[in-house]
Every structure is written in structure tokens, then in C-alpha cells.
T-cell receptor
Framework: KNEVEQSPQNLTAQEGEFITINCSYS?????LHWLQQHPGGGIVSLFM???GKKKHGRLIATINIQEKHSSLHITASHPRDSAVYIC???????????FGTGTRLQVFP | EAGVAQSPRYKIIEKRQSVAFWCNPI?????LYWYQQILGQGPKLLIQ????????DSQLPKDRFSAERLKGVDSTLKIQPAKLEDSAVYLC????????????FGPGTRLLVL
């Protein structure tokens, strides 16, 4: 079993829909990261959080430390949101990032 | 603020050839990371530098991969000789300090080994 699990693996949506991507982890963490990767390969950091909730534009990230679970929400989705979204946790013990395998999102007009 | 720069963006080589990738981290960032991301998987850490010293290279296939960070700024990652299974995106990232924090990623180099 992977230490970081994401669901779903693939997600398609119509423009305007509300989207949720989930991440569960099994290790002690210092922080959790949500990353966005476009087809060209480059990765952009969206959020780093260790508790509660953060919001940036149409993106919202939440984390529940007790349940070892985080969600990334996209409100009013747009085709330009199409990308792979990766959850990564900073391991408290090893101080390394452990990556999930990503959720591929496609938003159609 | 300039981001992490990588070159080339794409490279196609035949197996057994050599290839080198270059990374220029964000100015002032002490920590530099090289990741390998095979299609459909999350990135895997190959090597981590703290200034010009190696912090972790436990997952670097040292028989064919090498990396250096002379003067603690730019870094190069080399594969010699390449194998088919080395086809992947090679990501460089940098961060300000030593603890896990927001890492800034470069655009990546997509390598295809034929």
C-alpha cells in the first residue's frame, strides 16, 4: 500500500462543475502539498498546509490531521484547470517529500 | 523573481548514449533536488544537494547516473549509458532551507530513450 493515496485517478468534468480530489496518507507529516502538473511536465506548487484550510482564487485545500486526509476543491471549473494534481506529504521522520501518483483532471467546455 | 530553469526541455537519444541535464535554481536557494518521474507515477527523488554537498543520493542508480553541483549553484545530472527505462521527465526543484517546505519546481526535461 502506498504511503500517499489519491482518488480518483482520473476525473472528467464539464466547465463550471465543482471538483474534489482526495488524498489520504499513512505517515506522520510536517506539511502536505498540493501540486499542479501541466502536460509539458513542469510542476507548480498550489498549497502547502499543515492544518485547517487555505483558499486561493477558485482553489480550496483542506486537511484533517486526525483523519490523515486532505481534499483539493476547484469551484467553477474551467478547461484551463485540466492538469494532473499531485498530493505530496513532507515526512516528519525523513524530511522528504512522498508523492501520490496524481489525479488527471480534464475539464470540457 | 525568476523561477527554476532547466534545459533542455526535450531530449531524444538512443539507448547506450549519454545525456546531460542542467538546472539553475532560484537565487539564494541552498537546497536543490533532482527527481525522476516515470509516466503515470509520482516523482521519485534521485539526489538532494545542500549547497554543494550531497544530502541524499540513496535512490540514484550510481552505476549510470551522476550529478554535481559545483559552487553550490547550478547542477547537472548525467546518464551514461542510457537505458530504455530511463525514459521519464527529470524535474529539478529548489528550496530556501533544509527542512521540507515549499519546493519550487522547474519545467522539467522530458527524456525519451529509443
Amino acid at each position: 500500500k502506498n504511503e500517499v493515496e489519491q482518488s480518483p485517478q482520473n476525473l472528467t468534468a464539464q466547465e463550471g462543475e465543482f471538483i474534489t480530489i482526495n488524498c489520504s496518507y499513512s505517515v506522520g507529516i510536517s506539511a502536505l502539498h498540493w501540486l499542479q502538473q501541466h502536460p509539458g511536465g513542469g510542476i507548480v506548487s498550489l498549497f502547502m498546509l499543515s492544518s485547517g484550510k487555505k483558499k486561493h482564487g477558485r482553489l480550496i485545500a483542506t486537511i484533517n490531521i486526525q483523519e490523515k486526509h486532505s481534499s483539493l476543491h476547484i469551484t467553477a471549473s474551467h478547461p484551463r484547470d485540466s492538469a494532473v494534481y499531485i498530493c505530496a506529504v513532507g515526512s516528519y521522520n525523513t524530511d522528504k517529500l512522498i508523492f501520490g501518483t496524481g489525479t488527471r483532471l480534464q475539464v470540457f467546455p | 523573481e525568476a523561477g527554476v530553469a532547466q534545459s533542455p526541455r526535450y531530449k531524444i537519444i538512443e539507448k547506450r548514449q549519454s545525456v546531460a541535464f542542467w538546472c539553475n535554481p532560484i537565487s539564494g536557494h541552498a537546497t536543490l533536488y533532482w527527481y525522476q518521474q516515470i509516466l503515470g507515477q509520482g516523482p521519485k527523488l534521485l539526489i538532494q544537494f545542500q549547497n554543494n554537498g550531497v544530502v541524499d543520493d540513496s535512490q540514484l542508480p550510481k552505476d549510470r547516473f551522476s550529478a554535481e553541483r559545483l559552487k553550490g549553484v547550478d547542477s547537472t545530472l548525467k546518464i551514461q549509458p542510457a537505458k530504455l527505462e530511463d525514459s521519464a521527465v527529470y524535474l529539478c526543484a529548489s528550496s530556501l532551507g533544509t527542512r521540507v517546505e515549499t519546493q519550487y519546481f522547474g519545467p522539467g526535461t522530458r527524456l525519451l530513450v529509443l
